[in-house]
């Protein structure tokens, strides 16, 4: 159980505001922070690895205080062992990947977890690179295996994919679902994507001017409600055509586009280029294994 | 036949000042670029007094601390029986504190180019400030490095006003190439002074001229 309890005067560029939150996550959630830009999704990140100082509140993880202003108990980034992926990646340039393991290694730890973790994210062939070659999302997985080289409890992870495009983000979300089950993780992860959001967490909180504004699960925060036997989907409008008494509404989701029927009523709503929600009833829906995920379980 | 001694002197002096220097350095300017202290400013306009400061100033001032008459003198010669006035480590002492900002200055701009969450991602790997500093920093700044020592090397050399005040001229003790030419000069020793300017200059010409090198090269391949 993490219990977190924060309260921070930030300033920004809209002019101060109060950061205050307070929640408690149960162990090996996926937590995502959603919310606009300046809403303090990152500084919430660095609060909990202790690289910013917040004002009063407490952190606790696991019945281990990590942060009590009450007490002045406040640990060191260094003794509070989380993973960290920085939105930069922040990658020591001097080191090849391989290195760049190896120096995240405790001193005495065995070099097992360096090879299984290049074998899990699949550096093999960029082990021996330097960063400045790597693409911005061989970087992100280096970034990735790095934080995780210390087995931390804890995974932060600062808005990891805004960088990378549609299919790359696809991959690595998938690394990191990999990752956050294998090693049995809770996983803070900050984004303002809601369908990077509904993929990857089971709960959820939402951010505005630095309050919660709610938290759940996905489908509570954005649906309204709990979904049974239905399967909703976010997408764009690309294009909507008449035809006969129905109208043939083609939308793009997830790379894929789908197309729907819409009668006149419905379709007198849409115009291209909205944001909608497809609900599919799942009556009847083809179910089979993901052949991606055998490997590991 | 040329007396090689204050050459060789000038040389001593001018590594050993760049050693000490840059090991003084590298905190100094780690916490020049990090701190957000009030006391900041102040330590930064102690440290480059000596860009503006003529050097017979600082040279005076020191000569009168290190004579046996003021209390820093007679304490250093009381204690460790150190007379620095007139002596070679009073030279190592006066070049440390005159090339100070030419080894800071570089490597605070240095540190500074560095995002700050490289030094944040090597404190949340549980490594200390010690092995962030040696591993992670000083290897990624290299280019500011070779600068502040090539800087302090050359202005050690060419240091002048500073030594002829508190070192004098005192052969294989304190008279470097600079109080070497001065004194020919004066008794119109011309080919004597010719051969010691000729050889400062073509020493300092060369290292520059590599360090310039050695920076095209470099920023060609980060292209």
């Known amino acids: 159980m993490i219990e977190i309890d924060i309260h921070k005067r930030l300033l920004s560029t809209a002019g101060d505001f109060n950061l205050k939150i307070s929640c408690a996550i149960n162990e090996g959630q996926f937590v995502s922070i959603f919310g606009s830009s300046g809403a303090g999704k990152t500084t919430i990140l660095r609060l909990i690895a202790g690289l910013t100082q917040q004002d009063s509140g407490f952190i606790s993880v696991n019945n281990t205080i990590w942060f009590d202003a009450t ?33 995240a290694l405790n001193k005495g730890q065995s070099k097992d977890i360096i090879n299984e973790l290049i074998e899990t994210i699949e550096l093999t062939d960029l082990q021996d690179r330097k960063p400045e070659t790597l693409s911005g999302g061989q970087k992100q997985r280096v970034a990735l295996a790095r934080a995780m080289v210390q087995k931390p409890n804890i995974l932060l992870l600062d808005e990891p994919l805004s960088a990378l495009d549609g299919e790359m983000r696809n991959k690595l979300q998938d690394y990191i679902l990999k990752v956050h089950k294998k090693y049995n993780l809770t996983t803070f992860l900050v984004s303002h994507d809601i369908s990077e959001v509904f993929k990857l967490s089971d709960h959820v909180i939402k951010l505005e001017n630095g309050s919660i504004l709610q938290q759940g699960t996905p489908e509570e925060l954005f649906l309204g409600k709990k979904t049974t036997g239905k399967h909703t989907t976010l997408g764009t409008v690309l294009s909507i055509q008449p035809s006969d008494i129905i109208n043939i509404v083609k939308v793009l989701s997830n790379n894929n586009i789908i197309v729907v029927n819409a009668t006149n009523e419905e379709a007198a709503n849409l115009s291209e280029g909205d944001k909608v929600m497809i609900t599919l009833k799942t009556f009847n829906p083809v179910i089979q294994k993901d052949l991606r995920y055998t490997q590991d379980g | 036949m040329l007396d090689w001694s204050p050459i060789i002197l000038t040389l001593q002096l001018a590594l050993i000042t760049t050693v000490i220097l840059f090991v003084i350095s590298i905190p100094l300017a780690y916490w020049m670029a990090n701190s957000k202290s009030r006391i900041k400013p102040i330590i930064e306009a102690l440290v480059s007094l000596p860009l503006v400061l003529p050097p017979t100033v600082l040279g005076f001032y020191l000569l009168i601390a290190f004579s046996p008459e003021s209390a820093i003198g007679a304490f250093l010669n009381d204690v460790f029986g150190l007379k620095l006035a007139f002596s070679f480590a009073g030279l190592v002492i006066g070049s440390i504190i005159y090339s100070l900002p030419f080894m800071v200055q570089p490597l605070q701009a240095g540190f500074s180019s560095l995002p700050s969450s490289l030094s944040e991602a090597s404190f949340v790997l549980g490594k200390s400030k010690y092995q962030t500093i040696t591993k992670v920093l000083i290897p990624n700044i290299k280019k500011s490095i070779l600068t502040g020592i090539v800087l302090t090397f050359a202005h050690t050399v060419g240091e002048f006003g500073i030594v002829l005040m508190i070192g004098g001229n005192i052969p294989n003790q304190t008279k470097v190439v600079s109080i070497a030419i001065y004194d020919e000069v004066e008794s119109l020793n011309y080919s004597t002074a010719h051969v010691y300017s000729g050889i400062l200059l073509a020493v300092t010409f060369a290292i520059l001229l590599l360090v310039y090198i050695n920076n095209n090269r470099s920023n060609k391949s980060s292209k």
């Open chain 1, 71 to 103: 007490n002045s108990i406040n640990l060191s980034p260094q003794k509070r062992k989380v993973g960290f992926v920085f939105q930069d990646y922040s990658l020591f340039p001097n080191m090849t990947v391989k290195e760049n393991l190896e120096f």
